[in-house]
Each structure stands twice: as structure tokens, then as C-alpha cells.
């Protein structure tokens, strides 16, 4: 999906996201950590913990959905 997305000419996923280009085992940990509620900079307090669900095609993620707990 970043991928896609990049071809496509969109901005590189920053903040939260930037993870994505460099590690993704080390995203998906940090977003599975989050959805914990742990892990949460400092400067994003107060965010609320927050479930990632990956709509997946052909073995391709090609939709994301963010679940806020709280909200």
C-alpha cells in the first residue's frame, strides 16, 4: 500500500507513519504496542490508543482502517 502510494505520487508517510519506509516489522510493533495504549511519544499525549485494521486483496494491503479505542 505505501508503495502504491508513492507511485502514485502522494508524499511520503511521515510522523507516525515514516516507520513504514525504513522497518516494517519494527511499524507493526510499534502500532501493536500502541494499541495497547503504550509507547505513546510524549508529544502526541493525549492520543488515544488505537487499533490498525489492514483490508488485504491478492495478498496486497490495499485499504487501512484506524480504530480509536476512546472514541
Known amino acids: 500500500m505505501r508503495d502504491a502510494f508513492l507511485a502514485a505520487g502522494e508524499h511520503a508517510w511521515t ?6 519506509h525504513t522497518d516494517v516489522p519494527a511499524w507493526i ?5 500502541r ?5 505513546i511519544p510524549q508529544d502526541w499525549i493525549p492520543w488515544p ?7 488485504i486483496k491478492d495478498r496486497n494491503v ?3 482502517l484506524e480504530l480509536r479505542h476512546p472514541l
Open 35 to 39: 494499541a495497547r495504549g503504550a509507547d
Open 29 to 33: 510493533a510499534a502500532l501493536n504496542r
Open 15 to 20: 510522523g507516525r507513519h515514516a516507520l513504514a
Open 62 to 64: 490495499v485499504g487501512e
Open 49 to 55: 490508543p488505537e487499533t490498525n485494521l489492514w483490508v
